[in-house]
């Protein structure tokens, strides 16, 4: 079973933050936290990921709580293109994946 | 970098055929390749863990028999659906574990095959 939970659907206005949620309680202290998307019939696209660190990169923000129990992902300026789903997945890296339900975001005009 | 690419990209044949799909690693090598399964409106499933130059590693309940997973080198891995059926129709989506990355050995995705089987 996947070791996070993540609302099933949000919306977010063009232009706006889309700031995505993630629960992760069980982490363990040797577990990154990856965030993904997948565009409607394409492979999963990586975003970014963290240890322990708030990370950032030209996609998003990584937000981690001080006690790793759950994380944020911030788009800080949804497109329409951002329209996908978003899945929060926890792993030590060099172990398998296990995929969620994820986060279907829609991104309205 | 860390382009990850399938083929072909949708492939339709007849129940009881064979079918073969390609994954590659484009700009960097991966000992490690994963091959997932997803259905209309699911998440992606976990098939199994293909490392080079050794035999894959299935998950419960996917037939190794069935679903022939070869890494025969750092850059390639392919999945044969041997005696395909209806059932067997699904999205393949493989990804590739780069190991240079400087923390946490992030997976990269293939852009997935359509198959269909009649």
């Known amino acids: 079973d996947a070791k996070t939970t993540q609302p099933t659907s949000m919306d977010c206005a063009e232009g706006r933050a889309a700031n995505l949620p993630c629960n992760h309680s069980t982490i363990s202290g040797n577990e990154y936290v990856y965030w993904y998307r997948q565009i409607h019939s394409q492979g999963p696209q990586y975003i970014i990921h963290g240890l322990k660190n708030n990370e950032t990169n030209e996609m998003a923000s990584l937000i981690i709580t001080e006690d790793r129990k759950s994380s944020t992902l911030i788009l800080p300026h949804a497109t329409l293109r951002d329209t996908a789903v978003y899945y929060c997945?926890?792993?030590?890296?060099?172990?398998?994946?296990?995929f969620g339900t994820g986060t279907r975001l829609k991104v309205l005009a | 970098g860390a382009v990850v690419s399938q083929h072909p990209s949708r492939v339709i044949c007849k129940s009881g055929t064979s079918v073969k799909i390609e994954c590659r690693s484009l700009?960097?090598?991966?000992?490690?390749m994963f091959w997932y399964r997803q259905f209309p409106k699911q998440s992606l499933m976990l098939m199994a863990t293909s490392n080079e130059g050794s035999k894959a590693t299935y998950e419960q309940g996917v037939e190794k028999d069935k679903f022939l997973i070869n890494h025969a080198s750092l850059t390639l891995s392919t999945l044969t659906v041997t005696s395909a059926h209806p059932e067997d129709s699904s999205f393949y989506i493989c990804?590739?574990?780069?190991?240079?990355?400087?923390?946490?050995?992030?997976?990269?995705f293939g852009p997935g095959t359509r198959l269909t089987v009649l």
């Open positions: 997945i926890v792993s030590p890296g060099t172990y398998k994946y296990i």
């Open positions: 990804s590739a574990r780069d190991g240079r990355d400087r923390a946490g050995d992030t997976q990269y």
């Open positions: 700009d960097f090598q991966a000992t490690t």
